[in-house]
């Protein structure tokens, strides 16, 4: 059966199929969820040097690797709008920021948490702690830029170009624990070496990490829904929606 | 080509560039980035003379010595090539133990010592059970043993 994709470019189309979609998404993403903190939580066992304090990392490692690869899906994004003009894109990008915005947020915050008690300190400006910092801000900006300018075309435009200048930002978090002497230690998990976890904490780890993925699957298809009524509400199909009193 | 692609190409290009000109930039700042540096380098003179800076390295084994009455203490920091005698007094984080990751804030003293105004521990990337890190300990001696006989 071929499928036509293209369909599914048009908001239009794109808004029903993602409706169906959230239920799915959102059902792997609370099952996953409970499952991965029963394991962080009750199963995985205590850490020879940091005790009980490194199960933060079930919360930590999933926020900040999504904080990143939520990133490089809104460029892209924000880069096809720019390019090709496709309006659904842009939408996507726009409905991607907050998610990102919330990971590397929680990031930060559990890594504060987590520094206290083991480095001694809530914050240092070394490259990985910073760096991440200034996703953040590429975030905040990004969408505070898109909030300032009223046409939504010139909007995506604008957004695009931060999105698409941050992501030199990326390469710099991920190797920055490699690139120059920092406090934050080095990648426990890499492709091309085994990982420095114990199997349990490690799966553990990973099924937080596709939980997050769930979730963010869910809540950006969610928002893009609400972002395509409001740019489309001038159209007869969302007249329809609401005339059937399913919008 | 299309106008569309020829955007496309656009945009890529001037990512990339942006990449090489990030890449060069921060290799310009290659020194200013460091959070710390090595016993070596303080022993190489490469810190800033008469200003605060932050030495890394291990905590050297058996070189941890406490005031009785007060919480002072002395330690060195080694990059097992070069060693720095550090003094701080203060409370030291949890994880600060000989043969362990250490970062320490301070100034260098005429005497050569280390004067820490703030010590922080850093730890590396495993995580394991205890029993497991007590297993690759023993494994870890036995080579060794076997090694010196």
Known sequence: MAINWFKYSSPASFYSLAGKMIPLFAAAAVILLIMGLYIGFFIAPTDFQQGEAYRIIFIHVPAAWMSMFLYVVMACWAGFGLAFNTRLSSMMATAIAPTGAMFTFLA????SLWGKPMW???????????????????????????????????????????????????????????WWNTLHQGASVSVNQAPAMASTMLMGMLIMVFASWMYSIAVILKRVRIIILERESHTTWVAELQKDGVA | ??????????????????????????????????????????????????????????????????????????????????????????????????????????????????????????????????????????????QKASLSE
């Not at chain 2, 970062?103 to 394991?128: C, P, T, W």
């Open chain 1, 120 to 178: 001694g300190t809530w914050w240092v400006w070394d490259a990985r702690l910073t760096s991440e910092l200034i996703l953040l801000f590429l975030y905040i900006g990004f969408m505070s830029l898109q909030a300032a300018i009223d046409d939504p075309r010139r909007a995506d435009k604008a957004g695009a170009i931060i999105a698409l200048v941050g992501v030199v930002n990326i390469p710099i978090i991920y190797f920055s624990v490699q």
């Open chain 1, 108 to 111: 930060l915050w559990t890594g």
């Open chain 2, 1 to 142: 080509m299309k106008p569309r692609h020829k955007k496309l190409a656009m945009i890529v290009a001037g990512v990339a560039a942006l990449g090489v000109a990030s890449v060069l930039v921060l290799d310009a700042f290659q020194s200013n980035l460091v959070f710390f540096f090595t016993p070596t380098q303080v022993a190489a003179k490469e810190v800033p003379i008469g200003k605060s800076f932050r030495i890394g390295g291990l905590v050297t084994e058996g070189s941890v010595q406490r005031e009785d009455t007060s919480t002072t203490v002395y330690f060195s920091v080694t990059d097992t090539s070069h060693t720095i005698p550090v003094v701080y007094t203060g409370i030291l984080p949890d994880l600060f133990k000989e043969g362990k990751g250490v970062v320490a804030q301070g100034k260098m003293s005429d005497r050569g010592i280390f004067k820490a105004d703030e010590v922080l521990a850093k730890h590396d990337e495993n995580y394991m059970p205890p029993e497991a890190a007590e297993a690759l300990e023993r494994a870890a001696k036995a």
